[in-house]
């Protein structure tokens, strides 16, 4: 059996907040919302090609550590394609992310580039031309 992703789950102080940005942000869809038995709320969307980006809350009695959209060690960042990395960065600083890093060509017909979304969480856009 091939190994295949099968959810990134992100953590949030307001998981709705989340969720409605990466809806305007990535034009992902909510097909669950709930609260756990372990007392967070967990919301799970769907990109179009069909990865599964979970969004929830503390669990009762969780402390969770800070966010941090900086490069650092363990999982860092995920990607979105981009047919348009430019014209994307500007919608997203509109939605409300900052870009951390500027777009720059990685080899020939690739330029990558590095955004914070709100609640910290680092993501990096790819455009292959």
């Known amino acids: 059996?091939?190994?295949?992703?099968?959810?990134?789950?992100l953590k949030s102080?307001?998981?709705?907040a989340?969720?409605?940005?990466?809806?305007?942000?990535f034009d992902v869809e909510i097909v669950r919302d709930?609260?756990?038995?372990?007392?967070?709320?967990?919301i799970v969307t769907q990109t179009a090609g069909g990865l599964a980006i979970n969004i929830s809350g503390a669990r009762t009695g969780e402390t969770l550590g800070p966010a941090d959209a900086d490069a650092?060690?363990?999982?860092?960042?995920?990607?979105?394609?981009?047919?348009?990395?430019?014209?994307?960065?500007?919608?997203?600083?509109?939605?409300?992310?900052?870009?951390?890093?500027?777009p720059r060509e990685v080899g020939p017909g690739v330029k990558i580039a590095f955004i914070a979304a709100?609640?910290?969480?680092?993501?990096?856009?790819i455009e292959r031309n």
């Open 34 to 42: 709930s609260v756990r038995e372990t007392g967070d709320r967990f």
């Open 72 to 102: 650092h060690f363990g999982l860092e960042h995920f990607g979105f394609d981009s047919d348009d990395i430019d014209a994307d960065l500007a919608r997203l600083e509109g939605l409300g992310a900052t870009i951390k890093e500027q």
């Open 118 to 125: 709100p609640g910290d969480v680092r993501i990096e856009l």
């Open 13 to 16: 102080e307001d998981p709705k």
């Open 1 to 9: 059996m091939p190994y295949v992703v099968n959810h990134i789950h």
């Open 18 to 25: 989340t969720a409605d940005w990466f809806i305007d942000a």
